[in-house]
Structure formats: C-alpha cells, structure tokens
C-alpha cells in the first residue's frame, strides 16, 4: 500500500522526501496473509503502478523522457530541447504554453510556463520559474506581454479552432499586439 501511495504522490507532481522509519518485527504470532491471495494483490497493484508511471499522465513524465532508454524519444526530447532553447535564448519574456513537466522550462531563466494540468506545474517548480495554471484559449496575460512564445507538442492535442493562434498572436509583442 505505501509503494501506491508514494507513485501515486509522485505521478501527480509532489516531491517525495525519505523518513527514516525502524521497523520491528513481532516477536510471537503469524501473519494472518494467505500468501497466494497476497502474491496476486501485489501483483496486480504492480501492473497498476508500472503502467501509471510509464504513462504521460505521470507529472514528470516530459522530464524523464529526456533521459529515455527508448532511444528514439530520447533523440526527439533532446533535439527539441536544443533547437527550442537555441532559438528562445535570446529573448527577454519567454513565455512557454503547454510547458508541462519538460527541462526547457529550466533551460532560459525568467521563463514563464503556462499549462493546464496542475500536477504537471506542480512538478515544474523545481525548475523555479513562475508557472501559471490556464488554458491556450484564453490566455490570462496582457497583450504584448512576451517577446517569445513557444508552443511546443501542443496543437495537436487542441481542436483545430483559430482562437488558440489568434491569443498567441495578441500575446506576442512582436506580431505587434
């Protein structure tokens, strides 16, 4: 029970700090487990675990892929950390929407994340940027507020509506909003 609690804690974005805890057997009794009930319990939560943590509804799950040991989405996660931060280097506000739990959030000082699951920010406060807890179809910023934005591994996730673009575009200070 307390390995599902810890991979649940940490799949939604919280931080987990180790306790120490001494344990101490009982000295007469046995345990009132059938084992065989007990094995197919432990292994059906396992499955569980295994298949929330590998999956993108893990808050750190953006991070990890990074350091991928498929090495396809490595090699994807890293170009498109580089490219990204290459060409968002340069600018003073970077905004950042969809920024979910990625390093590139880390990358550029003063970047601000924006994205729409909660526990992916919950996550992304390690990188100590400001994060904002909103949505690409209304964006709670005043206009021209951002001298980059990037919008990366977002759009086709979002119906295909013109409104999206036109709130990054008002949102941009060089599309002259």
């Not at 939604?12 to 001494?22: D, L, M, N, Q, T």
Request: proline share 3%.
């Amino acid at each position: 029970m307390l390995e599902e609690i810890l991979i649940r804690a940490l799949a939604a974005g919280y931080r987990i700090h180790e306790v120490p805890f001494k344990y101490r057997a009982r000295v007469a009794g046995h345990s009132h487990a059938r084992l065989f009930k007990f094995a197919l319990s432990y292994l059906r939560t396992f499955l569980a675990m295994w298949r929330l943590r590998n999956s993108i509804a893990a808050a750190d799950y953006d991070a990890r892929a990074y350091d991928s040991v498929i090495p396809l989405q490595r090699y994807w996660q890293r170009g498109r950390y580089k490219a990204i931060t290459r060409l968002a280097g340069g600018f003073a506000q970077v905004l950042d929407v969809g920024c979910g739990s990625s390093r590139i959030l880390g990358a550029i000082p003063g970047m601000v994340g924006l994205d729409i699951q909660l526990h992916k920010l919950r996550y992304s406060r390690r990188y100590g940027n400001q994060l904002v807890h909103g949505s690409i179809f209304e964006l709670p910023f005043a206009d021209g507020s951002f001298d980059c934005i990037i919008c990366s591994e977002v759009v086709e996730h979002i119906p295909a509506q013109e409104k999206p673009f036109d709130e990054l575009t008002v949102c941009s200070r060089l599309a002259g909003g």
